[in-house]
Nanobody, 126 residues
């Protein structure tokens, strides 16, 4: 059974930083792509950043380019999202997702990922 557990969310002032982690069990990193998504109530789940199965390719939403960095530690089976320069537009529930079929990173779309964590809340007061 695949389990993804996110942590690291919280409240941070505009301009601040947070580092999200997602620990996986039941799936081995390197088999498929991994992604971070975010969802605001009433809106579609948005792809924030994805990393390919090989770890060589990454993609970012335009709104976070230059501020967020995705990385992973295969030995720990953990993926990270370093978020710097947080803005009032960034608050959401952040989810990590993994798949064992889709291997790319170019299409960071929720429909491509089979396994999801429970989400972690990020709050940035305006």
């Amino acid at each position: 059974q695949v389990q993804l557990v996110e942590s690291g969310g919280g409240l941070v002032q505009p301009g601040g930083s947070l580092s999200l982690s997602c620990a996986a069990s039941g799936i081995k990193f390197g088999i498929g792509a991994i992604g971070w998504f975010r969802e605001v109530s009433g809106k579609e789940r948005e792809g924030v950043s994805c990393i390919s199965a090989t770890g060589e390719d990454t993609s970012y939403a335009d709104s976070v380019k230059g501020r967020f960095t995705i990385s992973r530690d295969d030995a720990m089976n953990t993926v990270y999202l370093q978020m710097n320069g947080l803005k009032p537009a960034d608050p959401a529930v952040y989810y990590c997702a993994a798949d064992d079929v889709y291997v790319g990173s170019k299409f960071c779309e929720a429909s491509l990922f089979a396994y999801w964590g429970q989400g972690t809340q990020v709050t940035v007061p305006s």
